[in-house]
């Protein structure tokens, strides 16, 4: 039987910069380097990635926590309001 991973919410895009794919991300919950997250929103965008780089402030960070807003680079085109889970 296989085990399915529990999602977890942990924030929600609150901007996203096309010309150069970088989300801004507020966060409920911690998130460190290395970690996989899901973005989900709108009819056709759900997809995971790894979280490769993070910035918060302009500075590179290897984790963030609640209350931070951190940027990295995503491989598809989001919008403000997506939901950002754990997994």
């Excluded at 085990?3 to 970088?22: A, C, L, M, Q, R």
């Excluded at 409920?28 to 402030?57: A, C, Y």
């Amino acid at each position: 039987m296989l085990k399915t991973k529990k999602e977890e919410f942990i924030g929600k895009i609150s901007h996203y910069f096309d010309n150069i794919k970088v989300a801004v991300i507020n966060l409920e919950k911690n998130l460190k380097i290395g970690e996989t997250i899901r973005i989900k929103g709108g009819e056709k965008t759900d997809f995971t990635q790894e979280v490769k780089s993070m910035e918060s402030e302009h500075e590179k960070v290897e984790k963030a926590k609640k209350g931070d807003s951190v940027g990295m680079k995503v491989k598809e085109k989001i919008r403000e309001g997506y939901k950002v889970y754990k997994v």
